[in-house]
């Protein structure tokens, strides 16, 4: 009885969240009124005077307010700039190149079949779950890819294809931190860590292995929560699929497996040249300093990350279309890129107002000057250990939701907790790493997230009722569940002092 009642609460409580969040508006809305806020929000505290010291360079730091003629005039001159500079476009965009003819072709539905079909019925779940984990290795692919799949097998066994959309996407999203392997957010964050801790020691460098071990023991510990809550709390909450739609998910057949051989012999091929040209001391992709680790972000390798991910696509999936006869010719190569840039419209017009709110939340500083107060207040009470550590998760997560892009928010945050937890004893990758567990448990459950209102659209296939706010009740318990579980986890290795890299203990 007692267990019914908790239950009953749960579903409750994640009733409100579910009716509260369908009365929100389109995240196209959203932004702009946020970027609204923002300039307004600029006039209101620079006319009250408000400013910050910088931790690092000692200069002050002022409200910039918008409102006035220079603000004004930047708004309008800068809007294509603050668009064609906005980091996650360029870089979604020239994945999907490579991405969108392996999904055409049908390499990565066949390759996807293989690994999550291939699971015996009981570990159905955890496959989802982990492959879209360690779907962050080809950027957001799995976003696009592996979230409505996900749906698919689910339905193709019998279960609800919600679950399954949202234990792919709890895997794609919560998981995006954590990988078996060094993913193109390694280097991205490394950078602005590495920057930050140069602001105290100017010869500082963060290898983009900085937070490797960590990033192994977590891949299994989101798998483990995220089975957990699908079966345990959101498919009992939704309970019997009864919408029209319906869909058959056939087994690999034997031309699907002769392609898929065809398309590893590519590349293997692919990856081998790479290898030839990275590994030598000679190497074209290898930095000319001679670790091609010590660079970062400056080898040419990590430079040209995005267009070999792209490459690591592209050749398979050609390979795999020319045996399995969805590719006859260089026409339906052209038709499959042409698509999957279409596909891309909405995340093109998100993006234009997301950048748009970014550019504006750096320009007018307030981002800087609250995490500088907050530092000073973390500071002035005398926080120190875990409880700090926590509190920073804390704030990382609260922002997640506010601003969506993991490598935005740690730009306006790094110049500022990478110095104060140096001065406190810890190293620039043990806060690198505290902020990508705060980062990736909101990124669920925050509607600013890009593909936030692309998981709607594909959830809204089986639920024509389907909103924001239902997509946010159902992803809740797994924000909370991996909260949990990460913050979990990071006290126990804090505690052990086990390196959370090679070479990289957490305390200086």
């Known amino acids: 009885m007692e267990n019914r009642k908790k239950q009953n609460w749960g579903n409750s409580f994640l009733s409100v969240v579910e009716r509260a969040g369908n009365k929100l508006p389109h995240p196209v809305t959203l932004f702009f009124i946020f970027a609204l806020f923002v300039v307004i929000l600029s006039f209101i505290l620079n006319k009250a005077g408000v400013s910050a010291i910088h931790p ?28 064609t500079g906005f980091a996650p476009l360029g870089t979604v965009l020239v994945a999907m190149l490579g991405v969108g003819i392996a999904e055409k072709s049908g390499f990565i539905g066949a390759l996807l079949k293989k690994i999550v079909l291939g699971a015996p019925d009981k570990l159905i779940t955890a496959a989802v779950v982990f ?9 957001d692919a799995g976003y696009v890819v592996l979230v409505p799949l996900g749906a698919i097998i689910f339905l193709a066994k019998g279960r609800h294809p919600l679950a399954g959309l ?40 963060v290898p983009p292995t900085a937070n490797y071990f960590f990033m192994i023991v977590s891949t299994f510990v989101i798998t483990i929560a995220g089975v957990i809550v699908t079966e345990k709390i959101i498919e009992p ?68 990350m995005v267009l070999l991910i792209a490459i690591f696509f592209f050749i398979p999936g050609v390979a795999y279309g020319i045996s399995a006869g969805t590719i006859k010719n260089d026409k339906d190569i052209a038709k499959y890129l042409n698509e999957s840039m279409a596909s891309m419209g909405g995340y093109i017009v998100l993006a234009f107002v997301a950048a748009q709110f970014v550019s504006y939340f750096n320009w007018s500083n307030i981002g800087v000057i609250l995490a500088i107060k907050g ?96 997509l946010i009740s159902t992803m809740l318990p797994y924000s909370i569940a991996y909260f949990i579980a990460l913050v979990g986890l990071l006290i126990i290795w804090y505690l052990i002092g086990a390196p959370i890299g090679p070479n990289i203990p957490i305390l200086l």
């Open 375 to 470: 530092a000073d207040f973390l500071e002035a009470i005398n926080f120190t250990g875990l409880p700090l550590i926590i509190i920073f998760i804390v704030i990382s997560s609260i922002i997640n939701i506010l601003i969506g892009s993991a490598s935005a928010k740690w730009a306006i945050m790094a110049p500022v907790f990478v110095p104060m937890l140096m001065n406190l004893g810890y190293r620039p990758e043990f806060a690198q790493l505290s902020y990508r567990i705060g980062d990736s448990i909101t990124n669920i459950i925050s509607p600013l997230m890009p593909y936030f209102a692309i998981i709607v659209a594909f959830g809204s296939k089986y639920d024509k009722n389907l909103g924001i706010g239902t």
């Open 131 to 139: 492959t879209g984990v360690m779907s962050s290795m080809a950027a």
């Open 166 to 205: 949202a234990a792919a996407f709890a895997g794609v999203s919560g998981g995006f931190s954590s990988n078996l392997l060094i993913t193109l957010l390694d280097p991205l964050l490394g950078g602005f860590t590495e920057q930050s801790a140069q602001l105290i020691d100017p010869n500082y460098g």
């Open 237 to 304: 909450r939704l309970g019997e699929y009864k919408g029209e739609y319906k869909q058959k998910l056939e087994p690999i057949n034997n031309n699907e497996k002769k392609a898929l051989t065809k398309a590893f012999i590519a590349l293997l091929v692919f990856v081998t040249i790479i290898v030839l040209m990275t590994a030598p001391s000679n190497g074209i992709l290898r930095s000319d300093e001679g670790n091609i680790l010590q660079g970062i972000p400056f080898t040419p390798f990590v430079a040209s």
């Open 56 to 83: 690092g360079t000692k200069e002050e730091i002022s409200i910039v307010n918008l409102l006035s003629k220079d603000g004004i005039r930047r708004i309008f001159s800068e809007a294509v700039d603050n668009f």
